[in-house]
């Protein structure tokens, strides 16, 4: 193993451990939190009818007539063991549910990051390497795209389905797929379509933008200029020898985006019904369900310390620099 | 000449803000029961007699009820009254209002509601991000100005901030606080949180301005001409990031003026009756479905859109190379401001 490989293992392993630091303290605050607010799961039973004493007894069933201190740490117990306890609301393990959520959201952030890294990548070098009406048609629109976030796209596209049906609006469709696993893999692909889509704009745009900076700028470097002397042809000088580093600083953004996609995936899960992260955690908030919100924080922590992670860890490797002064 | 353009966008929306009560034709919460889901009215000049009319328009009839289909009645010409009690443009006919976006689903006026509504969201957004500003210059002041462990610490609750999940943040935060209140505290309470989640950027950049210039001369100079530490941080160091603060704010407020609408959408930022491009949005997409036949109700999404692309505009290249500066190598360690 050479000095580099150790020092990206090395790196790769501290970036971890300040993950789970983050992954603590997150759903820990979130549980804090959460218990300092009014109210809690056993308001519905109020308006439900039942009296005082029901309602007690529901509390201290549930725990949550105990100190505060107390529950965090019978949680943090159990957490440790990948427990996360049961959903006040639901009436299930955390877990399941996170498991089932978590799966949708990965899901429809890798198809959107698919789609707009496929788009936005090549058009971004066709951009920054030439000139005409249609790069600047193409910047223009991405100027445009850029300035629609995901809860606008999600109810535009949802408008336009609306009016031409080309694609379903909500849900997976998984409920009035027919049987066979290809069935259904066809009925949520085609219900993906327009969430995907809806989220994948922005980042498209912001991807193409600046593959388009970075190729331009890499095209004026002098061993660019040196290639073209040796008379390497223009295709192969904007597809090998600037792409290779235009793609660094392209590459440094996605730490960023998987950031803002995850948050981005929120707006798009609420408006198009899709059973992701972002619904799971919105529920519990609004019902209080405090295990359930704790467990959404944890898994939404996680989720985003490993896609920096992978990205960091991806950007080390692809560039040597950062090794050395890596915290 | 686009920065000129996007410049002007943004005033514009500033100033339609600010005199929203005058350039709104009605109230934001007068309905017209006779004008449910009504569509947008077309200003016109000629009649159906080919005449020409100072600016007019027919009043609408209900044809069909179950689609909210209207048809312009024009045998009746309602002439538009200019600067006529206090407001720029309105008609006389109580029967016929000036929908000039249309009504919603409660047959309020959506023109007027998105000019008040701009006060809320714009607002908000402006006030979170003053917070976040004014958050960023202590943060990143100090630390940059002591150094040292104070330093280390602010950096690293800094990072802490940046990359937690933003949205489930300001949801956690918004579902600490009872989820009825009155529109002025919610208006505080938003723009506190997005102040609270919004400042690392801010802070980062300052500190890494402040970090270099106090090794300058000038501030030497400063310091032994018996100048006090506060007085060489304020008067003499902050100065140096205003162009910094500048462009952080340009990308604020846009990002702000989203949060509210997503907050409002999912019911935990303003509430109905308060108009907010937010909860317009959240009203508009009721029933996804009906927003085909509804789509003039989308018109805050086209506010928010034409708001970003305006800030957009008008600081290009600032936040082009702003973009690179965020993702440039070692983002979490070293700074650089050019």
Redesign the interface.
């Known amino acids: 193993m050479t000095t580099a490989h150790r020092r990206l293992i090395g790196y790769a392993v501290r970036r971890t451990a300040f993950a789970l630091v983050?992954v603590l303290?997150?759903s820990s605050?979130?549980l804090v939190?959460?218990d300092?607010?009014?109210g809690d799961v056993t308001a519905e039973l109020f308006a439900a009818g039942l009296g005082p004493e029901a309602i007690a007894r529901e509390r201290h069933r549930l725990g949550l007539d105990r100190p505060l201190a107390d529950q965090y740490v019978t949680w943090l117990g159990r957490a440790v063991r990948l427990d996360l306890g049961t959903s006040l609301r639901y009436q299930r393990p955390v877990r399941d549910l996170l498991g089932e959520r978590i799966g949708n959201t990965a899901l429809l952030g890798a198809c959107a990051l698919a789609v707009a890294t496929l788009v936005g990548l090549p058009l971004g070098v066709v951009t920054g390497s030439r000139r005409g009406w249609l790069p600047r048609a193409v910047r223009a629109a991405s100027?445009?795209a850029?300035?629609?976030?995901p809860?606008?796209s999600s109810?535009?596209l949802?408008?336009l389905a609306?009016?031409t049906g080309w694609f379903p609006?909500?849900g997976t469709g998984l409920a009035e797929a027919g049987p066979g696993a290809l069935a259904s893999a066809a009925t949520v692909a085609w219900h993906l379509t327009l969430p995907t889509l809806a989220l994948a704009l922005p980042f498209a745009a912001?991807i193409e933008?600046?593959q388009s900076?970075a190729t331009a700028a890499a095209l004026a470097e002098p061993h660019i200029q040196a290639a073209r002397a040796r008379g390497v042809g223009d295709g192969r000088l904007v597809w090998r020898h600037a792409l290779r580093p235009a793609l660094r600083?392209v590459a440094?953004?996605y730490?960023?985006i998987i950031?803002t996609l995850?948050?981005g995936s929120?707006?798009v899960e609420?408006?198009t019904a899709w059973p992701g992260l972002?619904r799971l955690?919105?529920d519990a908030?609004?019902s209080?369900d405090i295990y359930l919100?704790a467990g959404?924080?944890a898994a939404?922590?996680v989720?985003?310390?490993a896609g920096?992670l992978a990205s960091d860890v991806a950007l080390a490797a692809l560039?040597p620099?950062?090794r050395q002064?890596a915290? | 000449m686009t920065r000129a353009l996007g410049r002007l966008v943004v005033v514009l929306v500033v100033v339609a803000a600010a005199a929203a009560p005058w350039l709104a034709p009605h109230g934001s919460s007068d309905q017209f029961a006779d004008y449910l889901n009504a569509p947008p009215m077309r200003l016109h000049l000629l009649d159906t007699g080919g005449r020409w009319h100072r600016p007019f328009v027919h009043p609408l009839r209900l044809v069909d009820r179950l689609e909210s289909r209207y048809v312009e009645d024009d045998s009746r010409r309602v002439p538009v009254r200019w600067f006529a009690g206090g407001h720029l443009w309105s008609t006389d006919a109580p029967d016929a209002p000036l929908l000039l976006l249309g009504a919603d689903r409660l047959g309020r006026d959506v023109f007027s509601r998105l000019l008040f509504g701009a006060r809320a969201s714009v607002g908000v957004a402006l006030a979170g991000t003053l917070g976040a500003l004014l958050i960023g210059v202590l943060v990143g002041g100090l630390a940059g100005y002591a150094g040292g462990l104070a330093d280390e610490l602010a950096m690293q609750a800094a990072d802490f901030v940046l990359i937690l999940p933003a949205v489930y943040v300001v949801l956690a935060l918004r579902a600490t606080m009872p989820l009825v209140l009155e529109p002025a505290r919610i208006f505080v309470l938003i723009a506190t949180i997005l102040a609270l989640v919004g400042w690392p950027m801010a802070a980062r950049g300052v500190r890494a301005i402040i970090a270099a210039e106090r090794r300058r001369d000038y501030a030497a100079a400063a310091r032994s001409l018996g100048a006090g530490h506060l007085r060489v941080l304020v008067r003499h160091l902050l100065p140096a990031a205003r162009g910094f603060l500048a462009v952080q704010a340009t990308l604020l407020v846009p990002s702000f003026i989203l949060a509210e609408a997503t907050l409002s959408f999912v019911g935990l930022g303003f509430v109905e009756p308060t108009p907010s491009w937010g909860t317009m949005l959240y009203e508009a997409a009721r029933n996804v479905r009906d927003l085909g036949a509804f789509p003039w109700l989308l018109s805050p999404a086209a506010a928010i859109v034409l708001v970003a692309l305006a800030v957009q505009l008008a600081t290009a290249g600032d936040t082009g190379s702003g973009l690179l500066w965020r993702a440039g190598p070692g983002r979490a360690r070293n700074l650089q401001i050019d």
């Open positions: 983050l303290l997150v605050a979130a939190l959460v300092l607010a009014p100027l445009t850029l300035s629609v976030p809860l606008i109810l535009l949802a408008l609306a009016r609006v909500g912001t933008r600046l900076d600083s440094a953004i730490g960023i950031g995850f948050s929120f707006a609420i408006v972002g955690m919105y908030l609004v209080r919100v959404c924080a939404g922590s989720f985003l310390a920096t560039d620099r950062l002064d915290p």
